[in-house]
Every structure is written in C-alpha cells, then in structure tokens.
C-alpha cells in the first residue's frame, strides 16, 4: 500500500525501478519493508483463486463463507437471466427497454469478461453488444467540460427496442490503417476507427454530437476496486504532480447517486463513476433500460414518443385517498434485488498470476519498470474497505492486490482522443485501466481487443497506441528488441 505521504511514493517507485522485478511492492511503513508477495502471485490477497479457462472470471472470492456464497449465486441469476418486456408474469424480470443494448448483463459482459467491436475481419456489418456510444452536446455557457445529452437520442445511443419501439438506428464503424515501425525495421499496422450512425429513427442528431465509444471491461476485481481508499488515489495524483516529467495524473470527482455525495471517480473509462453501485444501477438503465430507485426515470427523450408510450414494468398498487388501487410506475429493480447483483460483482474473484517465476515473465517485469509503466500502472493497494459495507463482503478489507493502475485521468494523445468531456475529464484523457486478467481475456472471451474502444489487438497493440503523457514510454518499447517486446508483452499477459 501506498503510504499517504508523497515522498513516501516517490521513494516506493525509485526502489521498484532500482530492483526491478523483486520490488513492486509500495513503501506502508517508517521503514521499508520486503512485500509478503513481490511478485504479486496472489493477485487479490487471501480472495485470490487459481483460476484459468472459459470460467476463468466467474469464480468467488477464495475467503468468502457459505451465507456470502449462497448470496453470490443469487446476484449471479440476476447478472445473467434475460430482462423481458413488460407487462409480463415475470413481473421481478421485466421492464426491458423500451431502448436497449443488451438484454441481461451477461450480454455485455459474457462471461463475467470483456466485451468487443465487431470482428474486424467479418466486416463491420452486426451491430455491436459490449460496445456502447456515448453522446453528448456542449452545454450551454463558459465551462469548457460542460455537456448536455443529445437533444433527440439522450446520453447514449442504443441500437435494440422492444416491441413497438424503434431502434434509435445502426451504429457504423470504418477504419484507417495507421502504419509504422520499431527500431528494429520491423513494420506494424494499427487501424484507428472512426464511429457513425446509419438509419436514425428519430431524425437527424444535433451537429456537432461528440460522440465517445465504450467497450465492457472484464468484472473480477471490481469490489476491491471500489475498496481502495481515496487517500490511496489522491496520493497518485500529489506524487506525480511533484515527480519530473510529462506524467501529471488527476482525479475525475462526480456525483454518487446511492450517497448523494461527491466523490473520486474509479470506474469507467473516464473514471466517470465514484461507486459499484452506481456504476451498476447506471448500467442497468442506459444499456438493458430497467429503472431503479437511483435512476427512476426510462432514457426516452420527447422527440421517442413510442418510446416514452411504451409499458412500464415493476408496477406496485397503490391505494388512492378514494380508496381505489391504481397501478403506480415503481423501480424496475428493487434496491434487494440490485444489491445482490452489486454483491456478486464486489466478490468476482481476480486470478492468480500465471508462470510469474519464468525467466521472460521477469525480463518482461524489469521492461516494464524501466519503460516507465509502473507509474501510471500502479502495482499494489492495501484495501480498506467496501464504501457501501452491506452492498460488499467484508472480505473486500485488508487485502494487498495488485490490479496495476493509479485510477487516474491521463492526457494519452490525439490518436486515442474522443474530444467528449466527462465530468472534470477532458477530450483527450483517459482512466488508467486495471491490467489484472488481460492474459485471461483470450481465454475468456476468445479475443483480445484492448483499449476503451476494443480498437488494439492485444497487448503491444494497445502500447502502440499511447501518445501525450505516455508518449515517452511508447518510445522505449519502440527500441526494444523483439525478444524484449516478447517479454513485456508475456509479463503483462501474466497478470
């Protein structure tokens, strides 16, 4: 864990860098101490598991008792079973759409994983699910990050409707070849993709929609995620603002719509979001259109009126002052029914690292240091505890993980910006991701599509893409060797 003191960091980075890859712990004490796990093999602590495979990402935390696991295969039934259409006998699974991405969260996050584009080498032609868009227009007055949703389509463009209700239209996606070279004359091509609509049900969008792309990122971590202490967070960002050089990270701070409160931003790929239950109740409204007591009211704008026509689910009956019972819209998903789908992500186990004592995995991890990575990419926390205690595990506190980011916003080029604001985060800057399970998405998900837009082919893809404050660090590896970028590439996969 980091301690709260700069220096403290500043010291923890030099000696990662100086020792390479017996050192990534942090600095949690007066005196440094040798990490209990220096290779970070238990990847979350005592709620690691040794996990590979398909289910890789599906498994419960090693250290959870049998009442949490009996709650986890609840919240597990719900992430996974199809929303359906209201009205419906179904009445605690209905309420789909009226405008929808997927219908169940397992639709975006298959398996517990990651979602992708469309497979580049079938065309662009099937509409994608794990990839959403989101909209906005600049809003009016002098804040430069201000936005507003879209007039017509809202703050997020879905392409599925239920009965009745139109699909807003079809996304398109074309792609650019970017092309360039290592120092070693071998030759590379990136495709940089460029999103639009096609078929828009509801007329034509404002001009000057910015528009940013959002892949689903894999789940297993999220609950210690949200564990890591602001403190943690806000140290980040002081030690790089303090350190030499073009890295200067920042916190995103937003609303929290379960607290109420304004907090530090963690999820999302502009850490948009401050809570898992926010980020969860969120979800359910923009991509499967089910309401709940956080976001009561459907994503339909006045331009949809068949969308704004169509059923509610989750009706109650309520008794009027006649004494006559009339059905009365309610939340779609009840606060019970949300805090066990929250509980079963907050308690999705990370897995152990795989082959982190060979030889080329530890090559790879002195790369990594020497390249700089480790600085945005955070090795280690120590845990403190859930925000949301009864929405968690207990288990979620005190653990030492190494997810390898720092949650904070980076300028990371021209080439990667969507030049929407959200919140304090600009066009340009992205979150920091977890790089915990990248090794594992192949096997999960049968692809490796990296980046927020699922735009990079694997791993040194993805580094290819890293301009602005990581622009130097793109340079070292371009020097590498192959044999090098061999190594960086199976370190990183290790994780």
């Known amino acids: 864990m980091m301690s709260s003191r700069p220096a403290r960091h500043a010291a923890a980075?030099?000696?990662?860098?100086?020792?390479?890859?017996?050192?990534?712990?942090?600095?949690?004490?007066?005196?440094?101490?040798?990490?209990?796990?220096?290779?970070?093999?238990?990847?979350?602590?005592?709620?690691t598991v040794p996990a590979i495979g398909k289910n890789a990402f599906s498994f419960p935390f090693a250290n959870l008792d049998d009442d949490e696991r009996?709650?986890?295969?609840?919240?597990?039934?719900?992430?996974?079973?199809?929303?359906?259409?209201?009205?419906?006998?179904?009445?605690?699974?209905?309420?789909?759409?009226?405008?929808?991405?997927?219908?169940?969260?397992g639709g975006c996050h298959d398996q517990d994983g990651r979602g992708a584009p469309p497979?580049?080498?079938?065309?662009?032609?099937?509409?994608?699910?794990?990839?959403?868009?989101?909209?906005?227009?600049?809003?009016?007055?002098?804040?430069?990050?201000a936005t507003a949703p879209e007039p017509t389509y809202g703050d997020q463009f879905n392409n599925r409707a239920v009965t009745g209700v139109k699909p807003e239209g079809e996304v398109r996606i074309s792609l650019k070849p970017v092309t360039g070279r290592f120092a070693d004359g071998t030759r590379?091509?990136?495709?940089?993709?460029?999103?639009?609509?096609?078929?828009?049900?509801?007329?034509?969008?404002?001009?000057?929609?910015?528009?940013?792309?959002?892949?689903a990122?894999?789940?297993?971590?999220?609950?210690?995620?949200?564990?890591?202490?602001?403190?943690?967070?806000?140290?980040n960002e002081t030690s790089q603002r303090e350190m030499d050089g073009p890295i200067k990270g920042r916190v995103n701070r937003v609303h929290d719509a379960w607290s109420g409160e304004t907090r530090v931003g963690r999820f999302g790929w502009?850490?948009?979001?401050?809570?898992?239950?926010?980020?969860?109740?969120?979800?359910?409204?923009?991509?499967?259109?089910?309401?709940?007591?956080?976001?009561?009211?459907?994503?339909?704008?006045?331009?949809?009126?068949?969308?704004?026509?169509?059923?509610?689910?989750?009706?109650?009956?309520?008794?009027?002052?006649?004494?006559?019972?009339?059905?009365?819209?309610?939340?779609?998903?009840?606060?019970?029914?949300?805090?066990?789908?929250?509980?079963?992500?907050?308690?999705?186990?990370?897995?152990?690292?795989?082959?982190a004592r060979e030889p080329q995995v530890l090559q790879?991890?002195?790369?990594?240091?020497?390249?700089?990575?480790?600085?945005?990419?955070?090795?280690s926390y120590v845990t403190q505890g859930a925000p949301f205690p009864a929405l968690s595990s207990p288990k979620v506190a005190q653990q030492t993980i190494w997810p390898y980011t720092d949650l904070l916003l980076h300028d990371m080029g021209e080439g990667l910006a969507d030049h929407r604001p959200d919140g304090q985060a600009n066009g340009r800057q992205w979150k920091t991701p977890p790089l915990w399970g990248t090794g594992l998405i192949r096997d999960v998900n049968g692809h490796q599509r990296l980046m927020h837009d699922g735009r990079a082919n694997g791993v040194l893809e993805a580094v290819l893409w890293h301009g602005g404050e990581a622009e130097a660090s793109k340079q070292q590896v371009l020097k590498m060797s192959a044999a090098e970028r061999a190594a960086l590439v199976k370190f990183v996969e290790s994780l």
């Open 13 to 47: 980075v030099g000696l990662a860098v100086a020792l390479g890859a017996a050192a990534i712990g942090w600095a949690v004490a007066d005196e440094p101490v040798a990490p209990a796990d220096p290779l970070g093999e238990q990847t979350a602590g005592a709620a």
């Open 70 to 105: 009996q709650r986890f295969a609840i919240g597990n039934s719900f992430f996974r079973r199809n929303w359906v259409e209201a009205p419906s006998s179904t009445a605690a699974r209905d309420g789909l759409g009226p405008h929808f991405i997927a219908r169940s969260c």
């Open 119 to 145: 497979d580049f080498k079938r065309g662009l032609n099937e509409q994608p699910i794990g990839l959403l868009i989101r909209l906005s227009v600049p809003a009016k007055g002098d804040d430069p990050l």
């Open 188 to 215: 590379y091509t990136l495709r940089a993709p460029t999103y639009g609509f096609t078929k828009l049900a509801y007329g034509p969008m404002q001009k000057g929609t910015m528009l940013s792309p959002r892949v």
């Open 217 to 235: 990122p894999q789940l297993p971590g999220v609950g210690l995620i949200d564990a890591i202490a602001e403190g943690d967070i806000l140290a």
């Open 270 to 355: 502009k850490a948009n979001v401050p809570t898992l239950v926010h980020q969860t109740a969120g979800a359910f409204l923009g991509d499967i259109g089910i309401t709940s007591r956080l976001f009561p009211k459907e994503a339909c704008t006045s331009a949809q009126a068949d969308c704004l026509a169509s059923p509610h689910g989750g009706a109650r009956s309520d008794a009027a002052s006649d004494g006559v019972q009339r059905a009365v819209p309610g939340p779609e998903i009840d606060d019970t029914t949300l805090g066990h789908v929250v509980f079963y992500q907050s308690t999705l186990a990370p897995a152990a690292r795989r082959e």
């Open 364 to 379: 790879g991890q002195k790369l990594f240091q020497a390249a700089q990575c480790a600085v945005c990419h955070r090795p």
